[in-house]
């Protein structure tokens, strides 16, 4: 009995000292460089700013770039964000925060008319008007549709790499009164441009 | 057991805050004294039980505390509250199994795996599980009124009323409330001797009695809304909405124990086995 309580004590022990004793997660050293995200992308091109209601601001979020899209008639609005050190969960991206969720009457996952990774995407309808918001997340060049196999990926980062840092891309397009496989078309066609000009952006 | 909890007090900490933070959570204050309770209820046979020494206790006991160290340590490393959580109960197992062997686990089981209940889901899920639940109960709440003769149009979880609009909110969802009553059902399966058939049937009857008792505290909202406007949501149902459908969970709870209880000597002869 005794020899087993000292074993015990001793597993304590070891995991006390690995929590307390592995070095901590880095800072990241620079904000990305996310200004400099091309202002033409597939023949979009950009004007500042975007309304908060479109792609809510995430106030864990360190560095951001939000930009609306023209391209003729059509608008869309994106927003680049980077997090860092989420081993502390206060500073993750939140999941409530990645299309606005007041008022929101419905939200139903959609499939974006893509070949190859696609990512996620959803129609927000709220009041009369609806929103397709496509997102997805990317570490250090890699991206990731799915909320678990990113969360996975992250901890691994952390655990191996002692990094916590991730981008969160979002495009979104106002459904149109002519249909919504226009505005699926639309955001296919600029999420595809800005994973494109994201894959050199590792974000620190 | 005490050294095990002082390792953990950073997680049971981050647990206290979030049972204060958040209503439907709340619970978590009352888990781990319930789960006191249920070993203290079993205090004689774990005391008098056995130490085994065999190589298979020692070796599941070992692994078992092996694993939730594991997990504590990835959990807290990389911020993933829940596995660190989770772990606990885990670990108190592997100890439990590890140090008093098979005997004293057999008794201390229920109470130390009863701590499950106050790990809050995780929130991806609990999420997803609360959208799903929003638009259900909306769908049921709309079938029951049009039934009824009121006219509603459902837009998602919106409940469009001739005077009014109705959302069918987060915490308007029954999703919160469901492992509160879980954990209700289970302890009070527990309370008292009864065959184990009974107990399966209301730990597994406190989940979707919830949902019913939550969606007629929906339909009862809908229709004062509809008959008193604005003024009816101010009433006790809807502003007490987790206490009305705890208690109605409650009393529906005692109502299927006395279905499925036999009554009289059967009853008896029942918890007699059981106690056995």
């Given at each position: 009995m005794r020899a087993r309580l000292l074993a015990v004590l001793a597993l304590l022990v070891l995991a006390a000292g690995a929590i307390v004793l592995t070095p901590r997660v880095r800072e990241c050293p620079r904000a990305a460089p996310?200004?400099?995200?091309?202002?033409?992308l597939a023949g979009w091109t950009d004007a500042d700013g975007i309304p908060d209601e479109a792609l809510p601001v995430d106030p864990s979020e360190v560095a951001a770039v939000r930009r609306t899209y023209r391209s003729g008639p059509r608008v869309a609005w994106i927003s680049v964000a980077l997090f860092t050190r989420?081993?502390?969960?206060?500073?993750r991206a939140s999941i409530?925060?990645?299309y606005a969720e007041q008022d929101v009457s419905r939200v139903e996952r959609a499939t974006l008319p893509a070949a190859g990774a696609r990512p996620n995407a959803v129609v927000v309808s709220r009041r009369d008007r609806r929103v397709v918001v496509a997102y997805w997340y990317q570490i250090a060049g890699r991206t990731y549709a799915s909320e678990t196999r990113f969360r996975l990926a992250l901890m691994r980062e952390i655990l191996l790499a002692r990094r916590g840092d991730s981008l969160l891309a979002r495009v979104a397009v106002p459904v149109a009164p002519d249909g919504i496989a226009a505005s699926l078309a639309s955001a296919a066609e600029l999420a595809a441009a800005l994973r494109l000009a994201l894959v050199g952006t590792p974000g620190c | 057991m005490v050294s095990t909890l002082a390792l953990y007090v950073p997680v049971l900490l981050g647990m206290v805050a979030d049972w204060s933070r958040f209503p439907s959570q709340s619970h978590g204050f009352a888990v781990p004294a319930i789960a006191a309770y249920l070993i203290w209820m079993r205090r004689g046979p774990i005391a008098s039980a056995a130490p085994d020494g065999s190589r298979a206790t020692v070796a599941a006991g070992v692994a078992a505390l092996i694993a939730a160290l594991g997990a504590l340590v990835i959990g807290s490393l990389a911020g993933e509250t829940f596995l660190a959580r989770a772990s606990l109960p885990v670990a108190l197992l592997g100890v439990a199994l590890f140090v008093g062997g098979p005997g004293v686990l057999r008794h201390a089981w229920i109470g130390l795996a009863y701590?499950?209940?106050?790990v809050p889901l995780p929130y991806l899920t609990l999420k997803t599980l609360t959208y799903q639940s929003r638009l259900f109960d909306a769908s049921a709440t709309a079938a029951a009124l049009r039934a009824l003769g009121v006219p509603v149009l459902q837009d998602g979880v919106m409940l469009h009323l001739a005077n009014m609009t109705l959302e069918v909110a987060d915490e308007c969802s029954s999703v919160p409330a469901i492992a509160a009553l879980i954990a209700l059902g289970v302890a009070y399966a527990q309370l008292h001797p009864r065959p184990t058939r009974v107990k399966v049937a209301l730990a597994l009857s406190a989940a979707p009695l919830g949902l019913a008792a939550n969606i007629l505290r929906l339909i009862l909202t809908s229709l004062a809304a509809y008959a008193?406007?604005?003024?009816?949501?101010?009433?006790v149902i809807h502003r007490f909405g987790g206490t009305t459908v705890f208690l109605a969970t409650i009393l529906l709870l005692l109502l299927v124990d006395r279905v499925l209880t036999p009554t009289g000597p059967a009853r008896t002869r029942g918890a007699a086995r059981a106690r056995g």
């Open positions: 996310l200004d400099g995200l091309s202002t033409i989420q081993d502390d969960p206060q500073r409530n925060r990645i | 701590l499950f209940f106050m008193l406007g604005p003024i009816a949501l101010g009433n």
